[in-house]
Every structure is written in structure tokens, then in C-alpha cells.
T-cell receptor
Framework: DAGVIQSPRHEVTEMGQEVTLRCKLI?????LFWYRQTMMRGLELLIY????????DSGMPEDRFSAKMPNASFSTLKIQPSEPRDSAVYFC????????????FGDGTRLSIL | AQSVTQPDIHITVSEGASLELRCNYS??????LFWYVQSPGQGLQLLLK??????LVQGIKGFEAEFKRSQSSFNLRKPSVHWSDAAEYFC????????????FGSGTQLTVLP
């Protein structure tokens, strides 16, 4: 079975540019999480969705960050405009809402903002 | 609010030696508990989880963890470490009834000496 798929795996761009990270959930999963991992702050939850609806976005650092789920199996995390301090590894994870199921993680997108 | 403490930032063991990684949590009731492993450039992979029942939980790759309510701990163990176990290990806690929102510890980096 295919796991959580993230793209791109690596992205290097200049500050001020728009960055879009993509995530495909595992088939049948209906909860989606976006995390950011840095050396300084560890693994931080940015936002999570249940059934395409954002439930808690309190971890989103600022208005430059936005996340959407245009359909039940796909999500995007957008940063506009990007800044060097946004450099991190971004993970998405999916699971089944309400069940005793763990979160399954993608391999992450390593983002470098120059 | 729930929290997780992994007191050891870095642990070094020799191949074949036993391993114990510590995890302490703070939560008002019995939480859901998880251990994940992250290899370089990879996402987080679930090793094992505890929801209820037997307090000694078996996971993949020969790992086990024991939930001790009196000590608010969920330490990860392996009787004989292999070189391929070198990675970063994360303990996480989630609210009962759901694995939606997880709080992760800061991680323990494991180095295995030949």
C-alpha cells in the first residue's frame, strides 16, 4: 500500500518567493496533519484537518502560511512570501479520525529559503 | 496540557548492547503513547503504541516499551542493538479516544558503535 506521499522532497528558493508543499493522504484516511521540524524547536504541529475541514490552526506561525484540502486525499501548505527562517523539514501525516489508529508520516519536504 | 520529556538528547551504545530510551509524560489521565523512529532524510515511522491493556507493548524491529502509570513513564527498550538502529527516536502522547493531536518529545539521537 502507498504511504503518505509528499512532494517535492527538496526545495531551494529565494526569499520572497511563493512555496507550495503537497501531500497525498493514505487512501481511507480522513485526518491530515502538517508538522514543521527544526533543530531549535523540534517537531511542531502547524495545522490539522478532519474530513477536509481545518480543526486547529493555532500552530501556524503567521499569515504567510496557509493550508488547504481541496479534496479528501490531497493537501497543500503554502508560504507566501517565504523567508529564510521558514527553512525546515515539513512533514504531513494522516490517520483515521476517531479510531485507535496512529499517524502515518510522509518522508517530508526539506525546504531551504536563501 | 499534555507534555512529553525525553531527558536524553543523545545516547551512544555498542552494537549488541541493551538499550533503554526514557520518556516521561504529563497528562491528567491515561494517555495514548507512541514511539516513533526517524532515520536521516526520512519521515517518522511508528515503532509501537499503547492505548490500554497490557502495559508491556511489543513493537517492530525487536523494540518493546513499558507503560508505568506510577512513574508517568513509557520507556523504550531493546535487548540487543543493531547498527541499523542508529536514528532519532521520538516519544509522543495523544489524548485518549483519538490519535488526532500528538505532542512529541524533543527526541533522543541514538549512535551505535561497532
Amino acid at each position: 500500500d502507498a504511504g503518505v506521499i509528499q512532494s517535492p522532497r527538496h526545495e531551494v528558493t529565494e526569499m520572497g518567493q511563493e512555496v507550495t508543499l503537497r501531500c497525498k493522504l493514505i487512501s481511507g484516511h480522513n485526518s491530515l496533519f502538517w508538522y514543521r521540524q527544526t533543530m531549535m524547536r523540534g517537531l511542531e504541529l502547524l495545522i490539522y484537518f478532519n474530513n477536509n475541514v481545518p480543526i486547529d490552526d493555532s500552530g501556524m506561525p503567521e499569515d504567510r502560511f496557509s493550508a488547504k484540502m481541496p479534496n479528501a486525499s490531497f493537501s497543500t501548505l503554502k508560504i507566501q512570501p517565504s523567508e529564510p527562517r521558514d527553512s525546515a523539514v515539513y512533514f504531513c501525516a494522516s490517520t483515521v479520525q476517531g479510531g485507535n489508529q496512529p499517524q502515518h508520516f510522509g518522508d517530508g519536504t526539506r525546504l531551504s529559503i536563501l | 496540557a499534555q507534555s512529553v520529556t525525553q531527558p536524553d538528547i543523545h545516547i551512544t551504545v555498542s552494537e549488541g548492547a541493551s538499550l533503554e530510551l526514557r520518556c516521561n509524560y504529563s497528562y491528567g489521565a491515561t494517555p495514548y503513547l507512541f514511539w516513533y523512529v526517524q532515520s536521516p532524510g526520512q519521515g517518522l515511522q511508528l515503532l509501537l503504541k499503547y492505548f490500554s491493556g497490557d502495559t508491556l507493548v511489543q513493537g517492530i524491529k525487536g523494540f518493546e516499551a513499558e507503560f508505568k502509570r506510577s512513574q508517568s513513564s513509557f520507556n523504550l527498550r531493546k535487548p540487543s542493538v543493531h547498527w541499523s538502529d542508529a536514528a532519532e527516536y521520538f516519544c509522543a502522547v495523544g489524548a485518549p479516544g483519538s490519535a488526532r493531536q500528538l505532542t512529541f518529545g524533543s527526541g533522543t539521537q541514538l549512535t551505535v558503535l561497532p
